[in-house]
């Protein structure tokens, strides 16, 4: 009896390994079918407006694909393409867009980009913290479940800062992010975008 309960319970580790181990090359083939078009191939996209994937971590694709499907992160283009994919296939491209570079900015350029001091230090009296807390120094976050944002395009950023404020985007968990978007003009959401807009890559630094 013991034998044979350790053999199912092996079975199941397997079956489960199988699952959830995932499948760049597969990836590759799913982003090709679905995500070149928009997000660029090698996920580097040459619009304004639409994200970067290059480098993003797995989990926070996965999730944002999740959301997609279920539809609590709202885009009819996303969704059409989100609820084909099965739950193995998002972690396939996720985990192929992870291992993307963006291109790093000269570091002689970098010099020059000025830190907005919300970056940094945040504004304790208005009850906003620090960006630097969550999504890392220089945007290089290294919290799986947070976006990268260094070099992420300028446009979506933007438009993804209007979003929360105004709560027609509200998948952030616990509504954290929009409690913070909430509290920022217009002229910072701006700053903000340009300063990470500006960084470049986010390839870890030796």
Known sequence: MKKNTYKIAVLFAFISWQVHASDPVNGQIIAVKYCDRCHGEFGISDDTDTPHL???SINYILKQLKDYKSKARKDKNMYK???KLSEQQMLDVATWYETQLLPETNPALRENIKTPVLINKGNVSRGIPACDLC???DGKTSIGST???A???FGYLLSTMGYFADGSRDNDPGGAVQGIIKKLSDVEMEAIAVYYSELGGREAEE
């Open 147 to 149: 976006p990268a944002l």
């Open 81 to 83: 393409r989100a609820k």
């Open 135 to 137: 999504h890392g120094k």
């Open 151 to 153: 070099g992420q395009q």
């Open 54 to 56: 290059a480098s993003q």
